[in-house]
Structures are given as C-alpha cells and as structure tokens.
C-alpha cells in the first residue's frame, strides 16, 4: 500500500479513537499487519494486550457456581504403602555372536555406457540389470529414462 499524508492521518485518528487493528484495516481497505506494522514505524502509542490483564485490577468473582473438583490431595491423609520382599531373579548371561562383515560386490553393469536399470528382484537368483546401451548423459537407455524421469506437473494447470 502506498502510505500517502491521508492515508496516515487517517491511521492516526482511527487509533486515536481506540480501534482495533483489524478494524482499522477493515475500514481503510488493508490488511491487520499492515496497520501494526505502520502503526509501530510511526511509533504510536502500544495497546493493551487483551490476554496480559493489569495484575493489581480485581479479578471478576464468579458467581452461582461450586467448584465441583475434590479437595486438594495434600489435605486428604495417606496411608504409607507397604512393600512387600521381592524375589532376586538372576538374568540369564546371554552370549554375544560376532556379526558376519558385510560383503560389497562391485556393480555388475555390463560397462559404463550400459543401462543399469534394475531387472527382478534384488537377492534373487534371476536379478540382473538391463544391458541396452544407455543415453548419453544418463545412466538408462531410452525406455528406462522415460520411466525414471517423470516431468513434474505444473501445478497452474491444475488450478481451474
């Protein structure tokens, strides 16, 4: 918004008169933020919160109403609870089987021009990699990158 010497007076008078700032956006057509934002550069005087309360005002007695909670724990007595002897049960010495190492086999494509699309399920005994020559660049052949690289939507056209 441009803030033109109206458009300022007018913010002025309207927090002057003690307006919210969601009415003083509202009447002059801009945004709450806006008007806080102007409001603190201009340096007018801060509002009350109406969340933080004056603390030496009185507090509102409510009227007509018990309070229908207990009374509070530390007045009712109690009782010290008795523990009774629990039995010693031993844990059992439990034996720490070294792990086997890992084992890395290299990649197994045909060469680096080869497509490395996964064919079958890893692990398997007819796992194996498609060996058509990749496109340049990429590390599928042209079947494969079709599926690999999937133009995102722009999501304006799904706008209606």
Partial sequence: MDWTNEAIDRLRALWAEGHSTAE???RMGISKNAVVGKAHRLDLPARPSPIRRDPAAPRPVATGRR????PLRAAMPIAPRREEPRPVVEAPVLSVVPKAPSVVRAFPRVSAKSCCWPIGEPGTKG???CSATA?????????HAA??????KDRREDAA
């Fill in 147 to 152: 599926l690999a690289y999937v133009r995102v």
């Fill in 67 to 70: 309070p229908t909670l207990p």
């Fill in 127 to 129: 796992f194996r990699f």
């Fill in 24 to 26: 003083i956006g509202r």
């Fill in 135 to 143: 496109m340049g660049g990429k590390p599928y052949c042209t079947e």
